[in-house]
């Protein structure tokens, strides 16, 4: 079975436990979350296969995931964009922040989460045991999404893009090149 690192809220390793045991007893552990963007700035977005043991058919950034217990974020970022997308890009850590949501199936997650974001103007090769779908939206449209129909979106996502500089992705402040 998959083991996730336990953490504690400054993301020292405290142990480590069953990947669905901690999202049952809603224990603090380390993930990431990947937001691919393309040069016109829009956001590339997942859908969340159907098979998934939570959230699934939701709408969220590009991948997610944890590190494995040997494994720093860099390794681990890249595994796992290509592992679902099928790309490849520089990726650069944007923030991190802890989050707790009750998911579907009485399922907690809590994790200490570390967003790391990179520019790609490839379309990926989804691994549709991970991704159903996918779309590049703009910030703009993605917003209205969220506020038309929240329940289509992963609650680490809405949680994201309320951190992401909404200036950097606003059509109007860079030019197309």
């Not at 040997?70 to 790309?87: I, P, Q, S, T, W």
Request: proline share 3%; charged share 30%; net charge neutral.
């Amino acid at each position: 079975m998959d083991k996730v690192v336990l953490v504690n809220s400054d993301n020292d390793v405290i142990g480590f436990e069953d990947k669905i045991v901690a999202h049952q007893r809603g224990l603090l552990h380390r993930a990431f979350s990947i937001i691919i963007y393309n040069k016109r700035r829009e956001l590339l977005l997942q859908r969340r296969a159907d098979t998934k043991y939570h959230t699934p058919g939701l709408w969220t950034n590009t991948c997610c995931s944890h590190p494995f217990i040997d494994e720093g974020y860099k390794e681990a970022v890249n595994r796992r964009l290509e592992e679902e997308m099928g790309m490849s890009t520089y990726l650069t850590k944007y923030c991190s922040f802890i989050y707790k949501a009750k998911l579907n199936n009485n399922l907690i997650e809590h994790e200490h989460d570390t967003v790391f974001l990179g520019q790609s103007n490839s379309l990926p090769r989804i691994n549709k045991d991970e991704v159903c779908d996918y779309k590049y939206i703009s910030y703009e449209d993605l917003e209205q999404q969220i506020e038309h129909s929240p329940n289509k979106f992963t609650p680490w996502f809405k949680l994201i893009i309320e951190k992401l500089d909404k200036d950097f992705f606003i059509k109007k402040h860079f030019n197309y090149a």
